[in-house]
């Protein structure tokens, strides 16, 4: 057994898998909460990301940078998070506030013209050039090559420590804030039963309005956490992004947090040991009967909860 | 003839204890309320059959007023979407199943008739034998991807068939490599990414098509025949069915009826459908492709079905006309610019009441446009200095009116930014505030139009495209042609 | 009731029948008309300006452009405009478009379309009516083996002088012997598996062990395929469309403390965005950017295009460049139809062009005396070893 295969390929999957699972959790909490398929999350996705390089730019650009890492790492996550948040809160409002009491399928259209608007805004602003974070060559610290040493010889690059580390940390963060906020309870009322929590006195516009900012901001992270190890930036990347973190969102049991993590982790394991062991080229074609199968042995996703249905 | 019934017909006795299947009893009663003008209610007593007759006989003049390739190419494009949009409204409108997997029966067809009749194993079966065979092997393989899928509802359904969508692209994709096991060596099914070229035309027992033309009516024939059929389906046991299938599944199987088996019937017919419109555009192309049967294609007939109304043949006619044409109009940035002005101005006056307002906000913008185009001509040089996109009148006046700086990338970006944010926050305002805040933003939509947008005519309608989906959504969320329900829960 | 609908129907059919016989019946003809020179003339180009591809055709578009811009400028000249086409590298769409170009009696010639197979997929149309077409960027050596001549041109060399080029390289100079292995991956679309397959076999008729890989143009993480890359491993070849694909694939190497060398094709050649030391590329000319003769036309174009620009720009202004020299010829009595230009076009060639060689067709409309360079790259600079 070749064991330096194995750890390397359960390493990146573990990073890939954890960006997918922060895009997720955003899909997941909107989902929960308006039972609507966000296909504007994955063009939040590519905001954040762009807005983490207009960072790095203004501190001087990749090969030049002027600050310390941790701040500029700082920076990034709060602008990004910021950004991506108050794009989704301003998609909420101007898109799909209309839309709440409308058949399922409309915000759903809608969604996807949000998402084309965004993308095609972004290509003619910003360029459709792949652009780069180049964190393997930042100057006073090349986070993408420095890297600690595994068993069997493997490594696992400081790149792919911020992200599972930042991944893991937002995740408990958001947690706690569901599970023990005020907000968060009333978020998990609303997800409930939206007229039942409204009738008990919950500000259900704002809980909306909550959930999309959090939502957003996470999926505006994972642009920087998935740009600090895997480095570009273009227009469409948002759009394989948000299939996939709809995957592990439904793989994982759509509206259940914990389950848009699993999913994640599942999809960039799956990727990553059907490239290492079977084949590169029918790598999607693996991963997609993998998860065909886990859905027909938990139709709800792993860890979803068979719907009762209310007559 | 439920869905349709006059309504200048006097209602019968027990009409407001029954409201319709799945409809709300508020927006049942909704169109008695309404006051319809006699045009619509005479519109109305027509029968349905007769305006798809209309729309075929129309339809079918487009070659005789035109000899453009190009538009009868865009035609066939069209009625190739109505056909694709036609089939997903079974599975979508009437039965209510989120299929993301559709386009895969599309390329599945294609890829079909491509390797039966193309060099690539050297077969050219008769195109008569070709069409059952693709016909039944879609609908097969839609059962196939059926009944598994059959017990889940809702997105687990919708991401399994989206599964199955790319589970089909990577294998058409990668299918000049296909080994068992990886134990043989790769066979070469599909071409691989250089597709399979040299694809014959459809002959049909000696009649040859070969024109654009002739493709345009096979299309034409084909979209009416089905487009019929689907409406005798319909107006069948087994359209009712599926139409109480999707208002309430549950409530249906109470009733007694078999949902699997209608879930299963549901996506055979679509599959079907689909499979018969790919063997059309393989013909066509003479070459099928990997790349035509991917999400992008999914998303463009789901917007023309959504758009034009789930469950609404009319819609599904009007919803591909309006996505498909707008998209290839907006391709010339001549004509787009017309469009983008007329829609502008015309919007303005059917929305500005009273007219007084209607000539301020005009006339204010005409004057703010003066304004600014006198003070920079002599502040900033420059901004006078560019290229106008537009030739005749409009471009001349447009010249003298707009600023057209010299390499406007940068400053269009802006203002494009700019403009943005400024229609969002007009939809804030309310009363006079709006109106006078529309003056600024006009101008500064038509300077975003002229110095940017107009300059990347391929970017700009995709970005239009986005408007136009979010706009009429939001406007009307049951599609221009479906009929309002309320969800109840 | 049923009655007057079905005879409504019936009357409806025969109608339609009628004019459906009519208008088959009508031969379409295509525009054969001359073109008063006066007014300028209109070249289409087909590029994949959106979609996953956007950045390779946004810059063919740009160059091509910016070419019309700079020739527009000068007095006497018979003004161009290139009128774009977006095919969003989908052969179906680029069929479509090509309609549109036919149908377009202005336009006197095309450049493009981007892929191979967009070149197959539209050839039929764009030879009925009559117009030529040359690609800065379609390879696949059989697009030029006669089918098209006359009507397809490119002004880059195809795979089978590139894929020679590059095994034999490998095998000669960087220590890939008879026995040891090389990882060729390909990007899953037609020009990358044309040169993979190529290479492939080249080196595998030479005894090397070659471990056939694939990644897709969507995928921004290759550490799962680097982990596959053996300390035998010498070489791994990658014939990519998008530079920043080699070169993430080429940091990950890195990264993982491989030693395999990376080896990118003409698409990757970049020097703004490949530039992972020790890599090698291959690509039938110098690079633009870094030509001393070229500064200035480059300055000019980030002036109007700001940002980035990659390899599959330049070779479109070089097009745009030709067709306005034929145009010129072919206007000298005013008047210019397609087939004149189709002529005249196949008959231009240039001694300098910003790509540094001459450039002229064959006969076939490949590009003649195509031969290709080997570049290492050293502290980010592309150095010309072979």
Redesign the interface.
């Known amino acids: 057994m070749n064991w330096?295969?194995f750890v390397?390929?359960l390493?990146?999957?573990i990073?890939?898998g954890s960006v997918y699972a922060l895009i997720a959790l955003g899909y997941s909490m909107v989902y929960g909460i308006l039972k609507l398929l966000n296909f504007a999350h994955g063009d939040i996705y590519m905001v954040g990301a762009y807005i983490g390089l207009g960072i790095i730019s203004v501190f001087g650009g990749p090969l030049a940078l002027t600050v310390n890492v941790v701040l500029l790492l700082f920076v990034m996550f709060l602008c990004s998070m910021l950004g991506g948040g108050l794009l989704g809160v301003m998609i909420e409002r101007f898109a799909y506030r209309r839309l709440r009491n409308a058949p399922r399928i409309a915000p759903l259209i809608t969604a996807l013209g949000v998402s084309f608007f965004l993308e095609?805004s972004a290509?003619l602003i910003l360029?459709?050039?792949?652009?780069?974070y180049n964190s393997?060559s930042w100057t006073n610290s090349a986070i993408?090559?420095s890297?600690f040493t595994l068993p069997a010889g493997a490594?696992i690059?400081y790149a792919s420590v911020i992200v599972i580390v930042g991944a893991i940390v937002l995740m408990i963060a958001l947690t706690l804030f569901v599970q023990r906020t005020q907000t968060g309870k009333a978020m998990r009322a609303t997800s409930f039963d939206r007229e039942a929590a409204a009738m008990m006195g919950i500000d259900v516009d704002r809980v909306i309005v909550v959930t999309f900012f959090i939502g957003s901001a996470l999926a505006g992270a994972a642009g920087v956490f998935?740009c600090l190890?895997?480095?570009?930036v273009?227009?469409?990347?948002g759009?394989?992004a948000g299939l996939f973190a709809f995957t592990a969102a439904v793989v994982g049991g759509i509206g259940n947090l914990p389950g848009s993590v699993v999913g994640g982790l599942l999809i960039g394991l799956a990727?990553?040991?059907s490239?290492?062991y079977i084949s590169?080229?029918f790598e999607?074609a693996i991963v997609f009967a993998i998860l065909i199968v886990v859905m027909l042995v938990r139709p709800s996703g792993i860890l979803g909860r068979a719907a009762v249905q209310k007559v | 003839m439920d869905g349709e019934r006059d309504s200048n017909l006097p209602a019968r006795p027990d009409e407001a204890q029954v409201p319709r299947v799945g409809v709300d009893e508020w927006v049942a009663t909704h169109e008695g309320r309404l006051r319809r003008n006699r045009l619509v209610a005479e519109l109305e007593r027509v029968?349905r059959?007769?305006f798809y007759?209309?729309f075929?006989?129309a339809a079918?003049?487009l070659?005789?007023i035109t000899?453009?390739?190009?538009?009868i190419?865009?035609g066939f494009?069209t009625l190739l979407y109505m056909l694709l949009a036609l089939g997903l409204n079974i599975v979508v409108g009437y039965a209510g199943l989120l299929d993301l997997g559709y386009v895969a029966f599309y390329g599945f067809g294609a890829y079909s008739y491509a390797m039966l009749a193309s060099p690539k194993f050297g077969l050219h079966w008769d195109t008569l034998a070709i069409l059952p065979v693709v016909v039944v092997a879609s609908a097969l393989l839609g059962f196939l991807v059926a009944i598994p899928s059959r017990r889940l509802v809702g997105d687990y359904l919708a991401i399994i068939t989206l599964f199955f969508l790319q589970l089909f692209v990577t294998v058409y994709?990668?299918g000049?490599?296909i080994s068992i096991l990886g134990l043989t060596r790769g066979y070469d099914m599909t071409g691989?990414?250089?597709?399979i070229?040299g694809v014959d035309n459809w002959d049909l027992g000696g009649l040859k098509i070969s024109?654009?033309?002739?493709y345009f009516?096979a299309a034409l024939i084909t979209f009416i025949v089905l487009l019929g059929i689907v409406y005798l389906i319909d107006q069948s046991r087994t359209g009712r069915a599926w139409k109480s299938l999707r208002e309430d599944p549950l409530a249906a199987e109470l009733m007694g009826m078999p949902v699997n088996r209608l879930k299963l019937i549901a996506f055979a017919c679509g599959a079907a459908i689909a499979g018969l419109t790919g063997t059309l555009?393989a013909a066509l192309?003479?070459?099928v492709?990997s790349?035509?049967f991917d999400v992008?294609t999914l998303i463009i007939v789901y917007a023309m079905l959504i758009l034009g109304g789930a469950g609404s043949l009319g819609g599904v006619i009007l919803g591909a006309l309006v996505v498909n044409v707008s998209l290839?109009f907006l391709?010339t940035p001549g004509h787009a610019t017309w469009v983008f002005y007329v829609v502008v101005v015309a919007t303005l006056i059917a929305r500005i009441r009273p007219w007084r307002w209607l000539a301020v906000v005009l006339g204010g913008t005409v004057a703010l446009g003066y304004i600014v185009h006198a003070i920079a001509a002599s502040a900033w040089p420059r901004g006078t200095h560019g290229d106008v996109s537009v030739g005749g009148w409009l471009g001349s006046w447009l010249k003298g009116w707009e600023l057209h700086p010299t390499?406007p990338?940068?400053i269009g970006n802006i203002a494009f930014v700019i403009l943005v944010f400024a229609v969002l926050a007009l939809t804030l305002l309310q009363g006079w505030q709006r109106r006078v805040a529309m003056i600024p933003t006009l101008y500064l939509a038509s300077f975003a139009w002229e110095n940017r947008l107009v300059i990347?005519?391929?970017?700009t309608r995709?970005i239009l495209i986005g408007v136009i989906l979010i706009v009429l959504m939001n406007a009307r969320p049951q599609g221009l042609l479906g009929t309002s329900r309320v969800e109840i829960v | 009731m049923v009655k007057r609908?079905s005879l409504?129907?019936a009357a409806?059919?025969m109608?339609?029948l009628a004019?459906?016989a009519?208008?088959?019946a009508?031969p379409?003809?295509v525009a054969a008309s001359s073109l008063s020179c006066t007014k300028g003339v209109q070249i289409g180009m087909l590029a994949p300006?959106?979609?996953?591809a956007?950045?390779i055709?946004?810059?063919q578009l740009h160059w091509a452009q910016f070419y019309a811009t700079q020739w527009n400028k000068v007095k006497g000249h018979v003004k161009i405009k290139i009128v774009?086409?977006?095919t969003?590298?989908?052969?179906?769409k680029a069929?479509?478009?090509a309609?549109?170009f036919?149908?377009?009696k202005n336009i006197v010639g095309v450049i493009g379309p981007a892929g191979?197979?967009e070149v197959?997929?539209t050839a039929?149309?764009l030879r009925k009516?009559g117009l030529a077409f040359a690609s800065g960027s379609a390879t696949?050596v059989s697009l030029t083996n006669g089918s098209q001549k006359g009507f397809f041109f490119r002004d880059v060399p195809n795979d089978g002088v590139q894929g020679p080029t590059a095994a034999n390289y490998m095998f000669e100079k960087l220590g890939v012997k008879s026995g040891s292995n090389v990882m060729v991956?390909d990007d899953?679309?037609?020009y990358?598996?044309?040169l993979a397959d190529i290479v492939g076999s080249n080196l595998s008729g030479k005894g090397v062990h070659v471990d056939?890989?694939?990644?897709?143009q969507?995928d921004?993480?290759f550490?799962?395929?680097v982990?596959?890359v053996t300390s035998a491993t010498k070489v791994v070849y990658l014939p990519f469309q998008?530079?920043?694909?080699a070169?993430?694939f080429a940091?990950q190497l890195?990264?993982?403390?491989k030693s395999a060398i990376a080896f990118g094709s003409d698409g990757t050649f970049d020097s703004s965005?490949f530039t992972v030391d020790g890599s090698y590329i291959s690509f039938f000319a110098p690079d633009v950017t870094t030509i001393a003769a070229d500064a200035k036309i480059v300055a000019a174009f980030q002036?109007?295009?700001?940002?980035?620009?990659?390899p599959f720009g330049a070779p479109n202004y070089v097009l745009a460049q030709m067709y306005s020299s034929a145009i010129t010829t072919a206007c000298k009595d005013k008047k210019i139809t397609r087939a004149e230009l189709r002529k005249d076009f196949a008959k231009v060639s240039l001694k300098s062009t910003i790509l540094g060689t001459p450039i002229r067709f064959t006969a076939n409309g490949d590009l003649a005396g195509a031969k290709f360079h080997i570049f290492k790259i050293t502290n980010g600079k592309y150095q010309t070893v072979q």
């Open positions: 330096n295969l390397t390929e390493v990146s999957g990073t890939h095609n290509q360029g459709a050039q792949q652009q780069s393997f993408a090559f890297h490594v690059s998935n190890a895997y480095q570009q273009f227009p469409t990347m759009f394989q990727e990553a040991f490239i290492g590169s080229t999607q | 029968p059959p007769a007759l209309a075929g006989v079918a003049l070659p005789v000899n453009d390739g190009y538009i190419r865009v494009d994709q990668n000049n490599r691989g990414p250089n597709g070229p024109s654009l033309n002739g009516y555009f192309n003479t070459a492709f790349a035509d992008p290839e391709r390499n990338m940068f990347e005519p391929s970017i995709l | 609908v409504v129907a409806a059919m109608a339609a004019i459906v009519s208008a088959v009508r379409t003809t300006i959106t979609g996953p956007a950045s055709g946004g810059d774009q086409g977006d969003q590298l989908d052969p179906s069929s479509t478009v309609q549109s036919a149908s377009n191979s197979d197959q997929a039929p149309i009516a696949r991956v899953q679309e037609s990358s598996t044309g056939r890989e694939s990644i897709s969507k921004t993480d550490s799962s395929l982990a596959k998008l530079a920043s694909q070169q993430l940091q890195k990264a993982q403390g965005k002036k109007q295009f700001p940002g980035a620009t990659s």
